[in-house]
T-cell receptor, first 116, second 115 residues
Framework: DVKVTQSSRYLVKRTGEKVFLECVQDMDHENMFWYRQDPGLGLRLIYF???????EKGDIPEGYSVSREKKERFSLILESASTNQTSMYLC???????????????FGEGSRLTVL | AQSVSQHNHHVILSEAASLELGCNYS??????LFWYVQYPGQHLQLLLKYFSGDPLVKGIKGFEAEFIKSKFSFNLRKPSVQWSDTAEYFC?????????????FGTGTKLQVIP
């Protein structure tokens, strides 16, 4: 069974703290993504990566950074957490691009971050 | 840039009622279309997908969706809902092209089925 694993299901942090969210996939997928999910706003793309050490900004990258040192692992970093970053964070992966790729995303369970 | 609209934000139905959730997208080219579902406390998972061919696609748990190109729509349907269909449903669009494919999601529709 394919799997995307997010390291933490629930986190509570204080304003200004550095936060690491980690994601690991076991499907040898080239593409990995970080979304945030907020009520009424759906899923918004923060960053994505289509290869090791490659990253691209999504729609809402401000206040976030990412790291992809290995193909299976994609980390989301909040350098200085703020209350408006309280949200559910979803990691996803998909098979690489090209016409053979379907674009189907496989999601992790999500990490609910609360910033006080 | 493409966008996806889901006009129903919250739908409440009784068991056995029929369901139709609207999804419209804005993109002039060829697209791949998806419906994802998120059951309470679970991760998002694929419900069904359309790439090409028959515009009426069938997914898991009795769901189906129809792609109407002229209307830029991909509405989700189920003839008779069950309490277990209570979930949040997301429509998603990917432009059909080589290279990286950016997925655009709608804002989601929460479905509540009353026993």
């Amino acid at each position: 069974d394919v799997k995307v694993t997010q390291s933490s299901r629930y986190l509570v942090k204080r304003t200004g703290e550095k936060v690491f969210l980690e994601c690991v996939q076991d499907m040898d997928h080239e593409n990995m993504f970080w979304y945030r999910q907020d009520p009424g706003l759906g899923l918004r793309l923060i960053y994505f990566s289509y290869d090791v050490k490659m990253k691209e900004k999504g729609d809402i990258p401000e206040g976030y950074s990412v790291s992809r040192e290995k193909k299976e692992r994609f980390s989301l970093i909040l350098e200085s957490a703020s209350t408006n970053q309280t949200s559910m964070y979803l990691c996803a992966s998909s098979k690489g691009g090209g016409t053979a790729s379907t674009g189907e995303l496989f999601f992790g369970e999500g990490s609910r971050l609360t910033v006080l | 840039a493409q966008s996806v609209s889901q006009h129903n934000h919250h739908v409440i139905l009784s068991e056995a009622a029929s369901l139709e959730l609207g999804c419209n997208y804005s993109y002039g080219g060829t697209v791949n279309l998806f419906w994802y579902v998120q059951y309470p406390g679970q991760h998002l998972q694929l419900l069904l997908k359309y790439f090409s061919g028959d515009p009426l696609v069938k997914g898991i748990k009795g769901f189906e969706a129809e792609f109407i190109k002229s209307k830029f729509s991909f509405n989700l349907r189920k003839p008779s809902v069950q309490w277990s269909d209570t979930a949040e449903y997301f429509c998603a669009v990917i432009p059909y092209s080589g290279g990286y494919q950016k997925v655009t999601f709608g804002t989601g529709t929460k479905l509540q089925v009353i026993p």
